[in-house]
């Protein structure tokens, strides 16, 4: 099993250009979730999945989406990246057990 | 609103040391509380889960405890080895199993 992957590693965007984040794992788990790490800082939640078609907001979703067509993909989207979306994503997947596997994270930089 | 802090925000020991990290939650009322180890460009790796019932889990020289009701955790690590340098992150799962994450401890073991 690969786990959880998460696609790009690291990307730089303009003020107001769009992309997408990939996440993928192939543990058949049902939840899936999104957060954010700013530099010396814990994790933040930006987007979670019960299953395919179902999402929820977290403590932190202005400025993303999220979609999840399949059990298998979660990807995260920002329309209009700000400066202060400047942060390490990680991607993170959990089965009925309580422990989140995670991926190795994106880093992007908005300038 | 769920509050995680951990001290202290960074810990320098000689190789060898036992050494305890803190984390303290502002509400009661959790499922759990997880231990992850971050280490730098990577993702996290959950080390510990505690569920709310139990007072303690062990996993090699790892113990972890929880005081739920005075809002507690410690990480004691036993025997401190080089190899143990990363940052430990604790976090605790509420409503939905969704993620309260402090900030972390930055731990360095040197030989």
């Known amino acids: 099993n690969a786990g959880v992957t998460q696609t790009p590693k690291f990307r730089i965007l303009k003020i107001g250009q769009s992309m997408t984040l990939q996440c993928t794992q192939d543990?058949?788990?049902?939840?899936m979730y999104w957060y954010r790490q700013d530099p010396g800082m814990g994790l933040k939640l930006i987007y979670y999945?019960?299953?395919?078609?179902?999402?929820d907001k977290g403590e932190v979703p202005n400025g993303y989406n999220v979609s999840r067509s399949t059990t298998e993909d979660f990807p995260l989207r920002l329309e209009l990246a700000a400066p202060s979306q400047t942060s390490v994503y990680f991607c993170?997947?959990?089965?009925?057990?309580?422990?989140?596997?995670f991926g190795p994270g994106t880093r992007l930089t908005v300038l | 609103k769920q509050e995680v802090t951990q001290i202290p925000a960074a810990l320098s020991v000689p190789e060898g040391e036992n050494l305890v990290l803190n984390c303290s939650f502002t509400?009661?009322?959790?499922?759990?509380l997880q231990w992850f180890r971050q280490d730098p460009g990577k993702g996290l790796t959950s080390l510990l889960l505690?569920?709310?019932?139990?007072r303690e889990q062990t996993s090699g020289r790892l113990n972890a405890s929880l005081d739920k009701s005075s809002g507690r955790s410690t990480l004691y690590i036993a025997a401190s080895q080089p190899g143990d340098s990363a940052t430990y992150l604790c976090?605790?799962?509420?409503?939905?199993?969704?993620?309260?994450f402090g900030g972390g401890t930055r731990l360095m073991v040197k030989p």
């Open positions: 543990m058949n788990h049902n939840y």
């Open positions: 993170a997947s959990r089965a009925y057990t309580d422990t989140q596997y």
């Open positions: 999945s019960v299953g395919a078609g179902i999402t």
């Open positions: 509400d009661s009322a959790i499922y759990n």
């Open positions: 976090a605790v799962s509420g409503a939905g199993n969704m993620l309260t």
């Open positions: 505690i569920q709310s019932s139990q």
